[in-house]
């Protein structure tokens, strides 16, 4: 049980004050809080925001806690919530309700500087799970019917009830459920936190302004097209009088190195946009402007807008933005479906579904290693349905090239308007709807990366709704695709949605994505892959109990809390598992049955993204797939591309090989061996080798092609594979790419069934298609043992080591080195070295060949790095690198 602990019942809890700067035009975010249930204080407002109360058994936390988030940095349970079925248990040990049944209450002092005449302090709240009172220095600022839903930005000017040094601003955070408001939900991703995620999730911020405040700074750009040789910015920043006398104000920056100067009148309380155009500055008219690529097709310069009020010679107030140049578009195929153009150019859609923490932390290093690993898998877009991030992860998505297709969530509140039997929505709703729309809008429209919004998920949203939406972001100077839903549906204002949601969501076989019908490689999935991702033996046995991780490899039909705690038809792993025991053998051991998971997980995740690859030109045109999941939010053994502990494994290298910018192939349905060119660079002189190799390494096919030009942003045919006699049951292709000086571009390897997967369409449901006929490649078992030498080096690049790997299979060994998968410990018996990029992993080799790999990863404490090489066949090896040099023991 993971029973809950109180903080020290006798002492007032310590905790660090907020310390405002005296400078105009300063945001202050809330670092600290003290939190406690309403239910143990049961003060009012009005004394719980007044200095010297006592906060005994309060919690200290940081300043974007949720409650459940807060309790895990004070340790408060006694028991690893991500363990097991750990979460179930979360409770009071003395109580038989549940912790979250009653507000919370957020508490915290701030300091304020002594201000000059005419300053203005405001409070700005940033997004609070799921509404919140507002209390300052003992006077309620605001109610919880006024400050209500996850996303909206409420600012409330509060100079009358603060004064220079200590104040107390308290808010009483009321208890949640998403079916019922517009917060957060879960769906099945993983369960549903025991708070719902309540608290102030984005944070609270302390504004310090003169008369005449600052907001919504944006740069709209205009590029011409297809030159890109010119581009209009239009500047806009909304500018608001908080005296009650007039001014005028003197509003002055630059903007991508033009200077900008307008002065405006404003009535006592009144909110003008200020706007600055060619028309007025003609510098706003740029000449060879630098402009923003995905990364890929080129560079993702930002360009920076700074603005100042002043009055009476004074600075009042100040904004910045950072923005980029460029141009999005999208259209329909003639099937239906949407393609998106970036620069004139069209591009195909390669991405993952983005989950946050579940219990929302705030982790800027976490996020920071994540953004690695999307460039390092070597996708261009994230998909966030619903749980939308903070300024930062757009900032990051801005500066690594990184596209974002951002939208409202499905299920729960969100859509309950939207389908047959679903409870309509209140005018409080729509206005917490409308408030959100306007929220995001300006939060996303001044990064380059956002490339559109989903009004809809898995359903689109009724006229009403959908009429609110759409008139909201045209008045927030909303540029992008409006998507109605990530499902084929419409509305009058977007028209169709160009997308598809057909599923799968569960086992299926990698021939499944070279299909002409449901998922398969054409148009745009906007959610989909084979379901189970079994994450590497050290993970499971961290996320399972021992119990657990007998269930996952004997029992197939066993529910796993792991796979999914609420929705029975993920809750478990039978299609995987009777998937994996008919292609590869029944597991004999938990090792084993994560083994085959990892051959598995592998080779289907490639094939998704490569039969899109495959199809990016062709006359039934796949535009976008967004895998499902890119990441977790718990540990789980469903849908990620990188699993919760952030320790790369099939899934993940499948990915990464197929998603490289230039790529060989093959084709599980035309048996095509394909060329694939994600930059927008035509390529010449490259050269390719074709192998079919039988299971005992002999070549039964062979052939070697020179002076192959592959054109940017295509995927053309390169040569297809003849019938081959005498071939066995389970076999291999080995692809080779190299430029004209021999440079290895592409190398990939397939292991492949003579006996073929065979799919009952008929009987397809909304998440899976079964099988009456599996592969077979029970054969790989009987791989003779095999012989690898490891040779490693370490050397330090700032704060991060890179450690280079050759792993080489003599000419001497009896067989295949199958599925070689490489990691590094920090000392012998060490922790993995986590997160780290590797150039490429999970390796295959025949006698004679050898490979190097790369990984970079932080540099912590005195050992040695220990590189360590498990395999399909292979006997464990273990090489300790120094500074300069490995050594085998």
């Not at 360009?303 to 460029?326: H, K, N, P, Q, W």
Request: net charge negative.
């Amino acid at each position: 049980m993971a029973v809950f602990f109180a903080p020290d019942a006798h002492a007032q809890t310590p905790y660090a004050t907020t310390k405002v700067p005296v400078d105009a035009g300063t945001v202050t975010g809330v670092d600290h809080w003290l939190i406690q249930d309403s239910a143990k204080a049961q003060e009012g407002g009005a004394d719980i925001s007044a200095t010297g109360f006592v906060t005994k058994e309060w919690y200290p936390v940081s300043g974007r806690a949720t409650v459940m988030a807060g309790l895990l940095e004070n340790h408060a349970f006694k028991n690893d919530v991500f363990y097991s079925d750990n979460l179930r248990a979360v409770q009071v040990p003395d109580a038989s309700g549940n912790l979250f049944v009653t507000p919370w209450w957020y508490r915290a002092d701030i300091t304020l500087p002594k201000n000059p005449a005419g300053r203005h302090t405001l409070l700005r709240a940033n997004g609070l799970i799921a509404s919140a009172d507002v209390w300052l220095n003992g006077h309620q600022v605001a109610d919880h019917a006024d400050v209500a839903g996850a996303y909206p930005v409420y600012e409330f000017d509060v100079t009358r009830w603060v004064h220079a040094g200590a104040n107390v601003l308290a808010m009483q955070i009321h208890p949640t459920d998403p079916r019922k408001s517009l917060s957060i939900g879960w769906v099945d991703w993983n369960p549903t936190p025991p708070d719902n995620n309540m608290g102030p999730w984005r944070g609270v911020d302390i504004v310090q302004t003169g008369p005449v405040a600052l907001s919504y700074p944006e740069v709209l750009s205009a590029l011409s097209l297809p030159d890109l040789s010119h581009a209009t910015l239009t500047v806009k920043v909304t500018a608001k009088n908080l005296d009650t006398v007039a001014h005028d104000t003197t509003i002055a920056g630059t903007v991508a190195g033009v200077a900008l100067q307008q002065t405006v009148h404003l009535e006592p309380g009144q909110t003008q946009i200020v706007s600055f155009s060619p028309a007025t500055t003609p510098g706003l008219a740029l000449a060879h402007p630098k402009i923003w690529w995905p990364v890929g097709m080129g560079d993702h310069p930002l360009y920076s807008l700074e603005m100042t009020a002043a009055v009476e010679g004074a600075t009042s107030d100040r904004a910045t933005a950072t923005f980029g140049i460029r141009s999005v578009s999208s259209s329909l195929t003639k099937q239906g479906y949407r393609q998106f153009f970036i620069n004139g150019k069209p591009l195909l859609i390669r991405g993952g579904g983005w989950a946050p923490d579940m219990f929302l932390r705030d982790d800027p290093a976490r996020m920071d290693a994540e953004f690695n690993y999307v460039l390092n898998l070597g996708l261009n877009t994230i998909r966030s349905e619903g749980k939308l991030e903070n300024q930062r992860f757009y900032d990051l998505a801005d500066q690594n090239g990184i596209l974002v297709l951002a939208g409202w969530e499905c299920c729960d509140k969100w859509e309950s308007a939207a389908k047959t039997g679903g409870s309509p929505w209140t005018a409080a709703d729509l206005k917490v709807a409308e408030n959100s729309m306007a929220s995001e809008a300006r939060l996303l429209r001044n990064h380059p990366s956002v490339i559109g919004f989903y009004i809809g998920s898995d359903n689109a949203p009724p006229p009403p709704i959908a009429k609110m939406y759409v008139d909201t972001l045209h008045a927030e100077d909303w540029s992008l695709p409006i998507i109605s839903a990530a499902a084929d549906q419409g509305t009058a204002e977007t028209g169709p949605s160009g997308m598809k949601m057909a599923g799968p969501y569960d086992w299926i076989p990698p021939a499944y994505w070279y299909a002409d019908k449901l998922g398969g490689a054409f148009g745009f999935d906007s959610e989909v892959s084979a379901g189970a991702d079994i994450p590497r033996l050290e993970d499971v046995q961290r996320m399972l109990s021992p119990q657990e991780q007998e269930a996952l490899w004997k029992y197939p039909n066993a529910r796993q809390y792991h796979a999914s705690a609420d929705w029975s038809e993920f809750a478990v792993l039978t299609p995987f598992d009777n998937a994996l025991a008919h292609r590869y053998g029944a597991p004999t051991s938990l090792s084993d049955y994560v083994a085959k998971a990892q051959l598995d997980n592998y080779d289907n995740v490639r094939a998704q993204f490569e039969a899109f690859n495959a199809r990016m030109n062709a006359a039934k045109p796949a535009t976008g797939v967004i895998y499902w999941m890119l990441n977790n939010a718990w540990p789980s053994l469903h849908w990620h591309l990188y699993d919760y502990f952030m320790n790369p494994a099939g899934a993940y290298f499948g990915a990464k090989k197929a998603n490289e910018l230039v790529h060989i192939q093959y084709s599980y349905d035309s048996k095509d061996i394909v060329l694939v060119n994600h930059t927008l660079d035509d390529v010449h002189g490259l050269q390719a080798g074709i192998r079919v190799r039988d299971l005992d390494g002999s070549v039964l096919y062979e052939k070697h092609l020179q002076g192959i030009d592959l054109a940017g942003n295509h995927a053309q045919p390169l040569a297809t594979l003849p019938a081959i006699a005498k071939l066995s049951p389970t076999y291999f292709i080995e692809l080779d790419l190299t430029a004209s000086d021999g440079k290895p571009i592409s190398r990939n390897v397939y292991w492949l069934s003579t006996r073929t997967d065979v799919l009952d369409w008929a009987k397809s449901s909304w998440y899976l298609t079964p099988l009456t006929q599996y592969a077979d490649l029970t054969a790989l078992a009987s791989l003779p043992a095999a012989t690898s030498e490891v040779h490693a080096t370490t050397r330090r690049e700032g704060n991060d080591n890179v450690t280079t790997v050759t792993l080489s299979v003599p000419q001497s060994s009896k067989a295949v080195a199958l599925f070689q998968h490489v990691s590094i410990r920090r000392g012998a018996n060490g922790d993995l070295a986590l997160p780290i990029r590797w150039t490429d992993n999970d390796i295959t080799l025949w006698p004679g060949e050898s490979i190097v790999l790369t990984a970079q990863y932080a540099a912590q404490g005195t050992a040695d790095p220990v590189v360590e090489v498990t395999g399909w066949n292979v006997s464990t090896q273990r090489v300790t690198t120094g500074a300069t040099r490995g050594t085998v023991h």
